[in-house]
């Protein structure tokens, strides 16, 4: 399990740093997006490595541990940014800098728990039925089918949520559907790295599970392993 610790601290990174860049919306050309949609397809790829290595009853207890991780975070700047400022960091605008950064943080937070939950969940048990289905071929088409179904399931629920009634819907809309396909564009431009990793993982640590005998109830955070 030497790689296990390492993988799930860069899933929990990512998750985290791709709850403050959603803040901001950028422009190449003709086509918008958020700045989280850059960074947050490496959880769907990390999340893909984990589950494809270690298995479902893990990737649970990682999932879990980024909700906590982005709760804790959301709980901080909250207050933090409720707590009175000092005086000449507000006369120089401080706190309308902060509120503009992480005004909406914490919406976003709930917006992102929700959508991380169901959509993380989702795409981990496509990948561990496929996993089965394949009997273990065609990493391919367990990676990008996941992802499709998790990112799409993940989008329908994080912009509605997270920018409802704060941007137009115009500019929403065309923010999920953009957002969708870079997120799955990244996964597939992704696959000989996700290949390369996971081929390196299997051969260092030997570890390649088949959840055949795993609950798919995403509240059963004790591993099956302990059970025995």
Do not use: C, H
Request: glycine residues 10%; aromatic residues 14%; charged residues 15%.
């Amino acid at each position: 399990m030497q790689f296990f610790p390492i993988l799930a601290g860069l899933f929990v990174a990512v998750l985290m740093i791709s709850q403050v860049t959603a803040v901001k919306p950028v422009q190449f050309g003709v086509i918008s997006f958020t700045g989280a949609d850059v960074i947050f397809p490496l959880a769907y790829l990390l999340g893909d490595v984990l589950t494809e290595i270690y298995g479902f009853a893990r990737s649970r207890l990682v999932i879990w541990t980024g909700l906590f991780a982005n709760i804790l975070m959301s709980a901080a700047l909250w207050l933090v940014g409720v707590m009175p400022g000092e005086p000449v960091w507000l006369e120089q605008g401080g706190q309308e800098a902060w509120n503009m950064l992480l005004g909406l943080a914490p919406r976003i937070a709930l917006a992102s728990l929700l959508a991380y939950f169901v959509g993380e969940f989702v795409n981990s048990y496509v990948l561990s039925r496929l996993k089965l289905a394949t009997r273990g071929r065609f990493l391919w088409l367990r990676t990008i089918g996941s992802s499709l179904i998790g990112q799409g399931v993940d989008t329908l629920i994080f912009f509605p949520v997270a920018y409802g009634g704060e941007w137009p819907w115009t500019l929403i809309l065309e923010l999920m559907a953009v957002a969708y396909g870079l997120k799955v564009g990244v996964e597939v431009a992704m696959t000989p790295v996700t290949y390369a990793v996971v081929t390196f993982l299997k051969r260092r640590t030997g570890i390649d599970v088949y959840d055949y005998n795993t609950s798919f109830n995403p509240f059963r955070i004790r591993l099956e392993e302990e059970e025995a």
